[in-house]
């Protein structure tokens, strides 16, 4: 009846057109929970970090180490 304007196709065009926001909203929560779930750093990888950036002295490391050790029995 409206001949190239008719509405027929309009299902699936729409259907589509749903398809895409949802994939983007799919991937948005993805890469948003990849950076939530970072590896978290232990307190020995910490205190090596520190000492190596020259932060804490070799004495305060050794100290800190020891407490460590101390708190994880």
Known sequence: MFGE???EGWG???GLMWLIPILFIIALVYFLR???EE???SVNDILNIR???G???E?????KKKIIKLQEM
């Open 5 to 7: 304007f008719s509405m």
């Open 12 to 14: 699936f065009g729409m």
């Open 34 to 36: 990849d950076k939530d």
């Open 39 to 41: 590896e978290w750093l």
């Open 51 to 53: 000492f190596a950036n």
């Open 55 to 57: 932060e804490i002295d």
């Open 59 to 63: 004495e305060e490391y050794k100290r």
